[in-house]
């Protein structure tokens, strides 16, 4: 099922699910993706005369987070692509690279990328989120898998000149409002059976600047949630953005940045599509 945080003018957001290219209500209205998630409701149980609405008549949210209440935790991974790490000159890792993005980064589709002054070197990240749906603490890689709840399409933006400066800031760098958009839709587990089989896309104005497969994960979504539940116990609706794959704007000759007036598009298979443009303040 594809769920998706929606309202209509005037009205507080609510949960609703896809279908047949139209918004159906899921839930009551103020009741947040993460209170769904957080409670267990199984997302087959939903509203007998459910509301079926018209993609143009409701305006869509960051399915967790944003206009409603957010994660406890977006953990990020870097360097988790093999031809992305080539792609850098780096080696390798021998275990997952670990950083934070907070809930102040999360944007809607459609809502813009805004770049502050302190940076001149915003750069673009396909990355496949992977959303928890039960507490996860001191799991094995076997039943990772068993406390996601779904799937998501996410944009890692991050200022490389803030990033490799000051000693090397990947959270200042990456934590700057609007700089992790997600959605359209969070598409639940069953919709996605394996996660390491899916294509990640980048577009940037029309030019298609990265096109990888989770196959070339050097940790698989599996081990990740291993990984991060040892010692960290890992809460329904925490973001994990799973690294993105080669062709980053800051490893190309010459470089791209993100600069007012793009339009940046992330697609991921059986995820949707995530488009945002971009603008300076």
């Not at 779904?150 to 490799?164: H, K, P």
Request: charged share 25%.
């Amino acid at each position: 099922m594809k769920l998706v945080t929606y309202s209509r003018p005037g009205e507080e957001p609510t949960i609703g699910y896809l279908e047949d290219g139209r918004v159906r209500q899921m839930a009551e209205p103020g009741i947040s993706m993460l209170e769904f998630i957080e409670h267990g409701r199984d997302p087959e149980d939903r509203p007998d005369e459910d509301e079926s609405l018209a993609m143009a008549e409701v305006e869509l949210h960051a399915p967790l987070g944003g206009a409603t209440r957010g994660p406890q935790k977006i953990l990020g991974i870097g360097l988790n692509y093999r031809d992305h790490a080539e792609e850098t000159g780096a080696e390798l890792p021998e275990k997952p690279i670990l950083f934070a993005k907070y809930a102040n980064t999360i944007a809607a589709p459609g809502e813009a990328i805004s770049i502050p002054p302190i940076t001149e070197q915003a750069d673009y990240e396909a990355e496949l989120g992977v959303v928890i749906g039960r507490p996860a603490r001191n799991v094995s890689a076997g039943e990772a898998l068993d406390h996601v709840f779904g799937y998501i399409a996410c944009n890692d933006v991050s200022t490389r000149d803030l990033q490799f400066s000051e000693g090397g800031q990947w959270t200042r760098s990456k934590s700057i409002d609007t700089f992790f958009p997600i959605g359209p839709y969070i598409a639940t587990a069953d919709e996605v059976p394996d996660p390491q089989a899916l294509s990640v896309r980048c577009v940037l104005n029309g030019e298609t600047m990265q096109d990888g497969n989770t196959s070339d994960m050097i940790f698989p979504v599996a081990e990740l949630i291993a990984f991060l539940s040892t010692g960290m116990t890992l809460m329904p609706g925490d973001i994990i953005s799973t690294g993105t794959p080669a062709g980053v704007g800051t490893a190309r000759d010459p470089k791209v940045f993100l600069g007012d007036g793009d339009e940046v598009t992330v697609e991921i298979q059986g995820l949707g599509t995530l488009t945002n443009p971009v603008r300076a303040e």
